[in-house]
T-cell receptor, first 112, second 111 residues
């Protein structure tokens, strides 16, 4: 069964703590993406990676960090520097250029 | 990157055909037009993609006029389960082309 998995589905953290969200894909896709979605809003791009060991900032990268050590994995760390981390986080991947994006089920992060 | 403009929301009734139009006046020669559907608390799902004229699949049709400055997603005979947010995206999908999601169109199907 090919697809993208994100874990956990719900995550709760105290303010000031770093937290890492997992994203794994077995689709053999080169490109992976992280988006943030706030209630009633569209998706905003945080980081993306077109190839292993390389990634670029999206529109709202401040307070986030990523790594791409393996083709299958693209974890996102929400640092304490992110002022409003509570949101729905979505991971996606694409294969060939111009092809559709496949999305994971998302992680809903709540920071109090 | 070409910016897209869609209606914020639309209402329709079960069994009707729904047409959602997206404007992309600055579309580039190499850009494709792609539509996604998103249900609450889920990731978006690909619906259809096209470059020009008309594309049809088992879910929807996509109409693109000759000037490509707009496109229309057509959903035939909608049901309650088609209530979702629909996003129109424009881009090449190439390595250096970020995929930008706007706020989408919130479609509400009424019984």
């Amino acid at each position: 069964d090919g697809g993208i998995t994100q874990s956990p589905k719900y995550l709760f953290r105290k303010e000031g703590q770093n937290v890492t969200l997992s994203c794994e894909q077995n689709l053999n896709h080169d490109a992976m993406y992280w988006y943030r979605q706030d209630p009633g809003q569209g998706l905003r791009l945080i980081y993306y990676s077109q190839i292993v060991n390389d990634f670029q900032k999206g529109d709202i990268a401040e307070g986030y960090s990523v790594s791409r050590e393996k083709k299958e994995s693209f974890p996102l760390t929400v640092t304490s520097a992110q002022k409003n981390p509570t949101a729905f986080y979505l991971c996606a991947s694409t294969g060939l250029a111009g092809s559709e994006q496949y999305f994971g089920p998302g992680t809903r992060l709540t920071v109090t | 990157l070409a910016k897209t403009t869609q209606p914020i929301s639309m209402d329709s009734y079960e069994g009707q055909e729904v047409n959602i139009t997206c404007s992309h006046n600055n579309i580039a020669t190499n850009d494709y037009i792609t539509w996604y559907q998103q249900f609450p608390s889920q990731g978006p799902r690909f619906i259809i993609q096209g470059y020009k004229t008309k594309v049809t699949n088992e879910v929807a049709s996509l109409f693109i006029p000759a000037d490509r400055k707009s496109s229309t997603l057509s959903l035939p005979r909608v049901s309650l389960s088609d209530t979702a947010v629909y996003y129109c995206l424009v881009g090449t999908g190439n390595r250096d082309d970020k995929i930008i999601f706007g706020k989408g169109t919130r479609l509400h199907i009424l019984p």
